[in-house]
């Protein structure tokens, strides 16, 4: 019985996978070099399991994609400062812990990068809208039909299901996949200068 659950789930996700956006992950790809190459910021963001693919994205980005390289990426992960998202959270309301971080390091050029399963996080969808107004480059990763986030994001990437966990699955190889294909530019770039 288990057996089943398990080879339904993972026939799914695979059909999921078959369906993959493959032009916007090399338009995601495209921005974040372009940012990497100017020496732009990244900005990236989301809540529960978005959060948490957030940070891993940082993280493999920050470390996995440029280690031992003397030129870096700049990304910041702005759900992993906890007590700065209470105190807006607090003081304000949540659905501005993200856009307020936001009016202290957003420059012309960043690149804002929300991830909602949903595609209508409040939160992620103000500082979203934020970015666009000040000149930045956004990406939405989201579920479902992609909600408001994929209307309003320079670069939608969708995985198009309604199970919020092959959604977040799908979102994990995205990073995974950014991390090794950035490592990958960066270095041949770099050997063939």
């Known amino acids: 019985m288990h057996s089943n659950f398990s080879r ?4 799914e996700l695979k059909d999921l996978i078959d369906r993959f956006q493959h032009e916007q992950f090399e338009r995601v790809l495209d921005c ?19 959060g948490s693919t957030a940070s ?3 993280c493999d980005i920050n470390k996995g994609a440029c280690f031992g390289l003397d030129k870096r990426f700049r990304v910041i992960c702005l759900n992993d400062n906890i007590p700065t998202m209470l105190a807006y959270a607090n003081d304000l309301s949540y659905q501005d812990v993200f856009v307020e971080q936001l009016k202290n390091f957003l420059q012309p050029g960043d690149v804002v990068l929300g991830i909602s399963g949903s595609g209508n996080s409040e939160n992620v969808i103000r500082a979203v809208r ?3 107004e000040k000149g930045g480059k956004t990406i939405g990763l989201c579920g479902f039909k992609g909600g408001r986030l994929a209307e309003m994001v320079d670069v939608p990437l969708i995985a198009e299901s309604d ?14 996949m950014l991390m090794q294909a950035l490592c990958r530019v960066i270095k041949n770039c770099l050997y063939e200068n």
Do not use: C
């Open 8 to 11: 339904s789930y993972l026939t």
């Open 130 to 132: 934020y970015a666009s």
């Open 32 to 50: 974040l070099l372009d940012a990497y190459e100017n020496g732009n910021n990244i900005f990236v963001m989301g809540n529960g399991g978005s």
């Open 56 to 58: 891993h994205l940082a």
């Open 163 to 176: 199970d919020m966990q092959k959604i977040e699955d799908v979102h994990m190889i995205v990073v995974h």
